[in-house]
């Protein structure tokens, strides 16, 4: 007997899964909703059993929104409530923002950022209106359409992991990038702007994936509440483990975007420094640039052109100078888990919610999808770091520097 949570909208349907508690093997389904919320289910492979069977019934309780006990002789929502206590509410209000945007006026986001991205300024002024309405003045400067369409998303984000630092790593890194005569110089060019762009374009397609399924990851945000507040989790949470291949993809995506923009960084610490934009390390300059962290083995790249070229390992080693974004880079990146990712020695999801890997270990699948929303907040800061560099190509348009 399955206790199904239903978490769908008339019209739409809900796949769940979970697994058999005594033989372990997978039992799917969806639930489908009618109005006036009329909700039928069908489960794959599910023969009828006759009356006699019904003594021998396992009650076996899943949900789609929220981590889950199989056992449990509560409901999921009231588990979660239970767990969450005094931050049930900004919990449920912060998701339920997110959730509404992404059925309401995330479409006309996703435009609007297609237009900002293409420079098409009377179409992006028309959809922002729409989004803002009166917020949106009949002639805006070039300043607020590059920063307000980012502070829409960032506003949209950011709460979901409200006890992150994400608000302390923008700070960090921003604080070094001030408009030093060595970073404008290096934003201005053309090929640089075009680079900005292009990273852009990357993230922004890789968040709008990953908003777009959103019910693959977004049931571990109450685990990722807990943790982050230092709480107890209940050992029996699980989450069904059937989207771990795409959410794989995801993991290995998101890593390979961030290790892109990580050139961005590297400009900004050089420019604060006082070097030229593009050089880390070179002898005939007092001001070197070496991470502790290379062996002395390991080559350290001397222009900006090298470290694009160099393993991730190194590239991470330059994280550095900037400690809050590193902690928040090695949060949401594990070096033992991307590596089975890239050599595909990762498994499927057992029974007991574990990932197995190579040489006998293993990793939490819960542990695992809480990355998720930690990627998806360094992915912003990336966007966000990008828009401050067009930012200042656009102040700094002309040599007496007025906007």
């Not at 039928?40 to 059993?49: G, I």
């Not at 929220?66 to 002789?73: A, G, K, L, S």
């Not at 993991?251 to 290790?259: A, I, K, M, T």
């Amino acid at each position: 007997m399955l206790r199904i949570g239903v978490a769908v909208l008339p019209g739409e349907q809900q796949p769940f899964s979970v697994r058999c508690g005594r033989c372990s093997s997978s039992i799917r389904g969806r639930l489908m909703t009618a109005e006036p919320g009329l909700v039928v289910a069908e489960l794959n492979e599910a023969p009828h059993l006759s009356g006699d069977a019904a003594e021998d019934w396992q009650i076996i309780t899943t949900h789609p929104a929220f981590p889950f006990t199989t056992d449990t002789e509560s409901s999921p929502f009231i588990d979660i409530t239970s767990a969450l206590g005094d931050m049930t509410g900004a919990f449920f209000r912060y998701t339920g923002e997110f959730n509404g945007i992404a059925l309401g006026d995330w479409p006309r986001l996703e435009r609007t950022f297609e237009f900002y991205f293409a420079e098409d300024w009377e179409r992006f002024d028309k959809t922002m209106a729409q989004i803002l309405e009166d917020q949106w003045p009949q002639d805006p400067s070039m300043v607020a359409r590059h920063d307000t369409v980012h502070r829409l998303l960032t506003g949209m984000i950011v709460p979901l992991d409200p006890m992150g630092s994400y608000g302390d790593a923008q700070n960090e890194i921003w604080m070094r990038a001030q408009p030093s005569q060595e970073l404008v110089a290096y934003v201005r060019q053309e090929q640089a702007q075009a680079e900005f762009t292009a990273i852009q374009k990357r993230l922004f397609r890789q968040i709008q994936h990953i908003v777009s399924i959103r019910h693959m990851w977004m049931p571990v945000l109450p685990y990722l509440w807990l943790k982050r507040r230092g709480r107890d989790v209940p050992d029996a949470w699980r989450l069904p483990g059937d989207d771990f291949a795409i959410l794989r993809g995801v993991y290995q995506q998101n890593f390979e975007l961030s290790c892109q923009a990580l050139p961005m960084l590297i400009v900004t610490q050089n420019a604060a420094d006082g070097r030229p934009a593009t050089l880390l390390c070179v002898d005939t300059m007092p001001s070197l640039w070496r991470p502790a962290k290379l062996t002395a083995k390991t080559k350290s790249p001397r222009t900006l052109a090298e470290f694009s070229k160099v393993r991730a390992e190194t590239k991470e080693a330059f994280l550095d100078r900037f400690p809050v974004a590193e902690v928040s880079w090695f949060e949401a990146f594990d070096r033992r888990v991307r590596n089975a990712i890239a050599h595909a020695d990762t498994d499927e999801v057992v029974s007991g919610g574990e990932i197995m890997m190579g040489k006998h270990t293993s990793l939490s699948y819960m542990s695992f999808v809480e990355t998720i929303p930690k990627q998806l907040q360094l992915l912003l800061l990336w966007l966000n770091l990008a828009k401050l560099f067009r930012v200042y190509a656009v102040l700094l348009a002309d040599d007496s520097g007025d906007s």
